[in-house]
């Protein structure tokens, strides 16, 4: 039997994010250029989105690029701009046979202007698929995140279009660059690092945390398969008791 087999169909996430991690290292064991790994670590979007979008799960997050990660040099951070143009175009149509809508969070302004008009491109080309969702976090950090949202919500109380009452779980989690979409049930990083950096910090609150150690150009349908069905051997408590759970 293959793993895909193995999994219960109605027992999947909704929403998978992943913390892409290890292209740089992946190409240094192959004594290559940080660029040689991201360039790898294409296949292996590729090859997620894929898998996602036939298990019919519905949201799929990726962390392509952090607001720290512009401190990178500028040849790699120049590099992997054009690395999204680059793909960006060449798998719109990839999207489209799949039936997957693009999206993108983040400090959208930040980023070079090609960037924003190849997503805006495929996004609005996109707009109208109802399989997966594939949302980039570009330019994005969840603090980032929080403080749009504090900001959001302080200029509506202040226009008195709001109290301070109204504002609950709800109404926070409109604010965020995710609104409308579900929580990630589950959250993979790969590389063997067992951190968020500053990745959803909101939404990941009673999400699964799967950590493997293979590098990201590496990782392929089979490990997404593991990753799920991990998932689907927990106990997802939110805070109760297991045997209220079982009820
Ligand atoms: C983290 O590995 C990876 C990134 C910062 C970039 C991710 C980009 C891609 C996978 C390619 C393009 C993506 C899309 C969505 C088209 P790292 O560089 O931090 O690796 P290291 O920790 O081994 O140095």
Same mark, same amino acid.
């Given at each position: 039997?293959?793993?895909?087999?193995?999994?219960?169909?109605?027992?999947?996430?909704?929403?998978?994010?992943?913390?892409?991690?290890?292209?740089?290292? #992946?190409?240094?064991?192959?004594?290559? !250029?940080?660029?040689?790994?991201?360039?790898?670590?294409?296949? /292996?979007?590729?090859?997620?989105?894929?898998?996602? /979008?036939?298990?019919?799960?519905?949201?799929?997050?990726?962390?392509?690029? !952090?607001?720290?990660? #512009?401190?990178?040099?500028?040849? =790699?951070?120049?590099?992997?701009?054009?690395? +999204?143009?680059?793909?960006?175009? !060449?798998?719109?149509?990839?999207?489209?046979?799949?039936?997957?809508?693009?999206?993108?969070?983040?400090?959208?302004?930040?980023?070079?202007?090609?960037?924003?008009?190849?997503?805006?491109?495929?996004?609005?080309?996109?707009?109208?698929?109802?399989?997966?969702?594939?949302?980039?976090? +570009?330019?994005?950090? &969840?603090?980032?995140?929080?403080?749009?949202? *504090?900001?959001?919500?302080?200029?509506?109380?202040?226009?008195?279009? +709001?109290?301070? $009452?109204?504002? $609950? /779980?709800?109404?926070? !989690? &409109?604010?965020?660059?995710?609104?409308?979409?579900?929580?990630? =049930?589950?959250?993979?990083?790969?590389?063997?690092?067992?951190?968020?950096?500053?990745?959803?910090? #909101?939404?990941?609150?009673?999400?699964?945390?799967? *950590?493997?150690?293979?590098?990201?150009?590496?990782?392929?349908?089979?490990? *997404?398969?593991?990753?799920? +069905? $991990?998932?689907?051997?927990?106990?997802?408590? *939110?805070?109760?008791?297991?045997?209220?759970?079982?009820?």
């Amino acid at each position: 039997m293959s793993l895909k087999d193995e999994l219960i169909q109605d027992r999947l996430p909704n929403h998978v994010a992943i913390i892409m991690d290890g292209n740089g290292r #992946w190409a240094k064991q192959r004594g290559n !250029s940080r660029m040689f790994g991201h360039k790898h670590g294409v296949t /292996a979007v590729r090859e997620v989105t894929e898998a996602a /979008a036939e298990l019919n799960i519905k949201y799929l997050t990726l962390y392509a690029f !952090s607001t720290e990660n #512009w401190s990178r040099p500028k040849t =790699e951070v120049d590099a992997l701009m054009s690395l +999204l143009v680059s793909t960006i175009s !060449s798998e719109t149509g990839t999207l489209m046979k799949n039936n997957v809508r693009l999206n993108a969070i983040g400090c959208k302004e930040t980023l070079p202007r090609g960037v924003q008009a190849k997503l805006e491109d495929c996004i609005k080309k996109t707009s109208e698929n109802t399989g997966l969702t594939l949302t980039l976090a +570009l330019s994005y950090s &969840s603090r980032w995140e929080i403080i749009e949202a *504090f900001k959001g919500v302080a200029k509506r109380v202040k226009n008195n279009e +709001l109290s301070i $009452d109204d504002i $609950d /779980a709800d109404l926070v !989690s &409109s604010y965020m660059a995710t609104a409308g979409i579900p929580d990630p =049930e589950l959250m993979i990083r790969t590389s063997g690092e067992q951190r968020i950096s500053n990745f959803l910090l #909101w939404q990941l609150a009673y999400s699964e945390l799967y *950590f493997c150690n293979i590098l990201w150009p590496d990782f392929r349908r089979d490990d *997404f398969y593991r990753a799920l +069905l $991990d998932f689907q051997g927990r106990e997802r408590r *939110f805070g109760k008791t297991g045997d209220q759970i079982k009820k």
